[in-house]
């Protein structure tokens, strides 16, 4: 090629530095490349890891041979008195006579036996309408170790079912999907329906037979969103009655209290005071 001439600077092309340096970088960049993707997977291991351990525990808790002992034993509709109570996976499997002990033979060998003189043995607790996330504190995981530590052994979720979300058998798919795997206790799923057609009317029997929901709620108030008319309500018990499944209200006038709103929003009255009136 032709010389360039003296006193000419030899441009070189545009971006030309970027690609001499990603020349001269290669090798750290490969490095680079191969370190982020090392952690990846060590974090991904680790994770799973720590939940597969956790429901090996957990499994283990429920399947293992307990024997409660001397205990007051108080069932839901009475007090039995003074007994032994033995668990295995997840189920009561012997509950002695009054004042009496379980017979050695009878308990499997490595049972875990604790002592529950002077304490109160009864069923554990069932929360039928647990919110979550509760304003963001609160997820399977916390609020199932919360739970369990207060004594409550079954928590119902209430699902807000709406039609933006893509109806109901949508919303409690969702709902089972972020609890399995991660609560530590029984769960279940209480809907809310925040609308009525008849697409949810269909809907309820599958949501039934499928998922185990046996309770629904219906709004009274939130008017403009969730609100139903007393036409749809009147249709909505027809159906639920027809299903044999329990229908709920949350019973508050939401014609009432949009025109009180309204006229405490037009007279600024915002507090917490004018609000209970």
């Known amino acids: 090629g032709s010389a360039v ?32 993707v090392s952690l990846i997977l060590l974090g991904a291991f680790i ?14 808790m429920l399947s293992d041979p307990v024997l409660l002992r001397g205990g007051f034993v108080v069932n839901h509709d009475s007090e039995l008195g003074i007994r032994d109570v033995l668990l295995q996976d997840s189920k009561i499997q012997i509950l002695s006579a009054a004042n009496a002990k379980i017979p050695n033979s009878l308990i499997p060998v490595g049972t875990r036996i604790i002592d529950c003189s002077n304490k109160f043995i009864f069923p554990g607790g069932i929360d039928m309408e647990v ?10 995981l916390s609020a199932s170790k919360a739970a369990v530590c207060g004594g409550t052994t079954t928590l119902f979720e209430q699902v807000l079912a709406t039609k933006a979300d893509g109806g109901i058998l949508v919303s409690l798919t969702n709902a ?102």
């Open 5 to 36: 001439p003296e006193g000419v600077s030899h441009a070189a092309p545009k971006d030309s530095h970027h690609f001499e340096w990603l020349h001269k970088h290669k090798t750290p960049l490969i490095v680079v490349v191969i370190v982020l």
């Open 47 to 60: 994770a799973w890891n720590v939940l597969y351990r956790r429901s090996q525990i957990v499994n283990s």
């Open 131 to 140: 919110s979550l996330p509760a304003a963001g504190a609160d997820d399977w």
């Open 176 to 277: 089972i999907n972020k609890a399995t795997g991660l609560s530590f206790c029984n769960f279940g799923f209480h809907l809310a329906l925040g609308y009525w057609d008849a697409t949810v009317s269909k809907d309820l029997a599958t949501a039934i037979s499928t998922n185990g929901v046996s309770s629904f709620k219906h709004f009274m108030n939130n008017k403009g969103t969730y609100q139903m008319t007393d036409a749809q309500l009147t249709e909505a018990f027809q159906r639920e009655k027809e299903l044999g499944a329990l229908a709920m209200v949350h019973a508050e006038n939401g014609d009432v209290i949009k025109v009180n709103s309204d006229r405490l929003f037009s007279t600024e009255l915002l507090g917490a005071y004018p609000w209970a009136y």
